[in-house]
């Protein structure tokens, strides 16, 4: 009893590294091997300084943060997390096409992270007006099994992103098809279907008339000033020919041209500004303010909260 | 022998056979290099450099973003340097390109055609001998006209030409303009010159939109030619409604601007 007592007391004491013989060369070895890694693994960034620069609107800041801690991770989740990190801060600060690329890096790291990627890159083709790739994307992302919230926002971009195609009809479709009680959303849709868009030909042909093109978009203030410009450089115009005045005549005929010019413009402008008006309006009224946030708390594993 | 003194042998054994790849400390500074966003790389090299001065890839990738941002006399000769001494055939190739088209936009683009010939013949790096072969056919149909190829470099350079249409057009040296966009655009470039040097001292930025009215014709002028007097005629009538409607308020100069850029107008010109 006494031996074997002896004999475990000794096993714990002189092969365990640091015990009394001191380290064993195998562990020492080892240790000057492994070391290096795990001191740079120590003085890899903390996620914090990136979700800090996150929090502080600094999004191209905090997407190079998580790219660098990318890089620093040694599994091929935390990488492809990281990575749909920073493509989301690089999405947040505009930078669409490295966004895309860092979305690219995320899916080679881990294939299963599909429904996260196809959001991303659902949101940057949408971003970037790439209404036939955003559709394809958030219609896929439907076809995944997942949870109400994503399917509903899914199901929401997917309406405004058919609906920017002018195709209402795939819009209202994608509504109906969540299950769920999305009657805000279809109200506005059923809003923007009885509207009318204006006709860009006929307000540039109406602006023809000074001013008449923007009266037809509804915008009337600029109608008046365009009307008044035009009128008092014509009367210029008829002045300075009467009195024989060619200078100044050609002066102000060239200033008179630009306005006209631009009161045919501005009716043809104006006109594609009201339907893009109420596009938005009905865009925004399908989203309801519905939106989604990734929880970087929890990082390396990427949890993603939708709001609505 | 004991459970314990087996284990780290066998640990070493899976380190042999199954080493971890680290990540390459330059390997961010080069991505965002290949990206093309300067001053994030610029930071990401002075950090490598501030942990080994001796970095030949930092120091390129440093000098090759000061001259991207600001492509002077200091920066060209800096990458020139690299360009003849760097130990590393990659880093001189490297060098020797980004000096060439630092020295075609420093606007002493005849001094390019040596490094961008080194270039060219050294690399062995796809972009950058892509880039090279650009600015190589660049300077030989628009600048160095008069100068002859060695008859190697000429060889290579006829067999690479049809490489050209895989350059992208990042790569690319920018195009002088041809005469019709000249023409569209010169009369928009004189007015608003005219405008900034004469008028507007005396009567200050009184615009309330950005970009101001006159950068707005700048801008559309070099975008569209003369649609863009047409297109300044509608922002002056429009002025006074988007400054009612406040929907895209700025800080500028400790004063509220209003947000109106050319995008927001042509939109209907650009899509199909």
């Known amino acids: 009893m006494n031996s074997t007592r002896r004999s475990s007391r000794r096993f714990r004491l002189s092969s365990f590294p640091g015990g009394r013989r001191g380290l064993s060369p195998a562990w020492a070895l080892l240790l000057v091997f492994t070391a290096p890694a795990a001191l740079q693994a120590a003085e890899a960034t903390p996620p914090s300084l990136a979700v800090s620069l996150a929090k502080a609107d600094d999004h191209a800041g905090a997407a190079l943060e998580f790219r660098r801690q990318a890089l620093d991770s040694q599994d091929s989740a935390s990488k492809a997390a990281f990575y749909w990190s920073a493509a989301r801060e690089y999405h947040e600060a505009g930078q669409y096409e490295v966004a895309d690329k860092m979305v690219d890096a995320a899916e080679n790291e881990d294939p299963d992270l599909l429904a996260p990627t196809l959001l991303l890159r659902g949101e940057n083709s949408a971003a970037i007006r790439d209404w036939p790739s955003s559709a394809f994307f958030f219609r896929n992302l439907l076809s995944t099994p997942g949870d109400t919230n994503r399917t509903r926002y899914a199901a929401r971009s997917l309406a405004v992103a058919e609906l920017r195609r002018r195709q209402p009809d795939a819009a209202r479709q994608a509504l109906l098809g969540t299950g769920s009680d999305e009657s805000t959303p279809l109200s506005a849709l059923d809003r923007y279907s009885q509207g009318r868009d204006k006709r860009p030909w006929l307000g540039g042909l109406l602006g023809m008339i000074p001013g008449l093109g923007y009266a037809y978009a509804g915008e009337f203030a600029n109608a008046g000033r365009s009307l008044i410009l035009n009128s008092l450089f014509i009367f210029g115009m008829v002045n300075t020919a009467d009195n024989e005045n060619w200078g100044a005549f050609a002066a102000i005929s060239f200033f008179e041209l630009t306005w006209y010019s631009g009161s045919i413009y501005g009716g043809i402008d104006a006109a594609h500004r009201y339907n893009q008006d109420r596009l938005e309006t009905c865009a925004q009224g399908i989203m309801n303010h519905a939106s989604f946030e990734p929880n970087y708390a929890t990082l390396p594993a990427l949890s993603i909260q939708f709001r609505f | ?272």
């Open chain 2, 1 to 272: 022998m004991s459970l314990w003194q087996r284990i780290p042998g066998v640990l070493l054994g899976i380190l042999f056979f199954f080493p971890v790849p680290a990540a390459h400390p330059a390997s961010l500074a080069w991505e965002l290099y290949r990206e093309g966003n300067w001053p994030a790389c610029s930071i990401e090299a002075a950090r490598l450099l501030a942990s080994d001065p001796a970095d030949q890839s930092a120091q390129f990738l440093l000098h090759a973003c000061t001259a991207r941002q600001s492509p002077g006399a200091g920066a060209c000769s800096n990458l020139l340097a690299l360009a003849g001494s760097s130990s590393s055939s990659e880093i001189r190739a490297h060098a020797a390109t980004e000096a060439a088209w630092a020295l075609l936009r420093n606007h002493t683009p005849r001094q390019a055609w040596q490094p961008a010939v080194q270039a060219f013949l050294t690399t062995n790096d796809r972009e950058t001998f892509l880039q090279s072969l650009a600015i190589l056919e660049h300077l030989h149909r628009h600048i160095c006209r008069d100068i002859a190829m060695p008859p190697d470099v000429e060889r290579q350079y006829l067999t690479c030409e049809p490489l050209l249409r895989l350059v992208p057009e990042a790569l690319k040296p920018p195009r002088p303009d041809s005469l019709a966009r000249r023409l569209g655009t010169t009369p928009g470039r004189l007015i608003v010159a005219f405008y900034r040097s004469c008028i507007r001292p005396a009567i200050g930025s009184r615009c309330s939109l950005s970009p101001s009215c006159s950068e707005y014709f700048h801008l559309s002028t070099r975008k569209h030619g003369l649609l863009g007097i047409p297109m300044l005629a509608d922002r002056l009538v429009r002025e006074p409604s988007v400054v009612l409607a406040a929907r895209y308020p700025l800080e500028q100069d400790r004063r509220t601007v209003y947000h109106d850029p050319v995008e927001h107008h042509d939109f209907w010109i650009q899509s199909p």
